[in-house]
């Protein structure tokens, strides 16, 4: 069974940074997208950013714009979040999703594979 694997949370002071990551373990896993969602106390998960391998496409939630950076190693589907000037709106738990579809998708149905989530906490 295929698991996606998260790293690099903790805690952080606000305009300081972090950066999260991912890889898969178990089962040979394979996706053409793969992305960040979060999800603070008391919210809805939400979109962060997504890559798509096929051709570096990315989207990003208009909230972390110019601050997050995704990227990753497409050979091993791993991941990166790279996030700077964090805020304390930014505290969550951040989870690693793949989707086996090729658009760079923003809703969290619509990826197949999930992580167990790290937690991000900025203090103000």
């Known amino acids: 069974q295929v698991q996606l694997v998260e790293s690099g949370g903790g805690l952080v002071q606000a305009g300081g940074s972090l950066r999260l990551s991912c890889a898969p373990s178990g089962s040979t896993f394979s996706s053409h997208v793969m992305g960040w969602f979060r999800q603070a106390p008391g919210k809805e998960r939400e979109f962060v950013a997504a890559?798509?391998?096929?051709?570096?496409?990315?989207e990003y939630d208009d909230s972390v714009k110019g601050r997050f950076t995704i990227s990753g190693d497409n050979a091993k589907n791993t991941l990166f979040l790279q996030m700077s000037s964090l805020k304390p709106e930014d505290t969550a738990v951040y989870y690693c999703?793949?989707?086996?579809?090729?658009?760079?998708?923003?809703?969290?149905?619509?990826?197949?594979?999930w992580g167990q989530g790290t937690q991000v906490t900025v203090s103000s």
């Open positions: 890559i798509r391998w096929s051709d570096g496409s990315t």
């Open positions: 999703a793949g989707r086996t579809g090729y658009t760079v998708a923003v809703i969290a149905s619509l990826y197949d594979y």
